[in-house]
């Protein structure tokens, strides 16, 4: 069935660039997305891509898509504190409405 | 800026009784979504509908569920007859015919 892998962890210092990575197994998927979860909040969705696309910038966040790889990830440059959350990758495959979700990873910003 | 709302924020109530979860979904949007989060597990679907119907629902989301969109506004999920393991965060989602759903901030419903 589908399934989407997420790393659950990563520490990084105020001002680097954070990567989150993301791999999910149905091929069909025609949406992929990145969601944000600040404590006691819902899932902000923060950006996706089209399954033809291998690059998405919006800001200070670059998505990049390996379709051959099955892999998704989310680059934040500059990361400042408020990036700290968990980080939700999600797919949508084809035909379908549902998203499916990873278990999510929780970026740590410390100075 | 539109967003989905949903109450209460917090649930609590006793196994074995009934339970809506209700939701303004953003006006406009076509599609609704009830997905749900364990605590320390992935968030996972329950059931989407579209066109006042159940489009397709989940394993999990079995005869003890039902969905219903009573009015123009509200989006609401049933739970007849509450188990312990229905504890979680409930969290509804809408989108318009582009591809991004958007979620409320999330009930939290504690079975005791």
């Known amino acids: 069935g589908e399934d989407v892998e997420q790393s659950l962890f990563l520490s990084v210092r105020e001002g680097d660039s954070s990567v989150i990575n993301c791999t999910y197994t149905?091929?069909?998927?025609?949406?992929l997305y990145w969601y944000k979860q600040e404590p006691g909040a819902g899932l902000q969705l923060l950006t996706y891509?089209?399954?033809?696309?291998d690059m998405k910038q919006d800001q200070r966040l670059t998505v990049l898509l390996n379709k051959k790889d099955k892999h998704l990830s989310l680059r934040i440059a500059d990361t400042q504190t408020g990036d700290s959350a968990i980080y939700f990758c999600?797919?949508?495959?084809?035909?379908?409405?549902?998203?499916?979700f990873g278990a999510g990873t929780r970026l740590a910003v410390h100075p | 800026e539109p967003e989905v709302t949903q109450t209460p924020s917090h649930q609590v109530t006793q196994m074995g009784q009934e339970v809506i979860l209700r939701c303004v979904p953003i006006?406009?949007?076509?599609?609704f979504y009830w997905y749900r989060q364990i605590l320390g597990q992935k968030v996972e679907f329950l059931v989407s509908?579209?066109?006042?119907?159940?489009?397709?629902k989940s394993e999990i989301f079995d005869d003890q569920f039902s969905v219903e969109r009573p009015d123009g506004s509200n989006f609401t999920l049933k739970i007849r007859s509450t188990k312990l393991e229905d504890s979680a965060m409930y969290f509804c989602?809408?989108?318009?015919?582009?591809?991004?759903?958007?979620f409320g901030q999330g009930t939290r419903l504690t079975v005791v």
């Open positions: 989602a809408s989108r318009d015919t582009g591809p991004g759903a958007f």
């Open positions: 149905d091929s069909s998927s025609t949406y």
């Open positions: 891509i089209f399954s033809n696309m």
């Open positions: 999600a797919e949508r495959g084809g035909g379908y409405n549902k998203l499916i």
């Open positions: 006006s406009n949007h076509l599609y």
């Open positions: 509908f579209y066109n006042n119907e159940i489009s397709e």
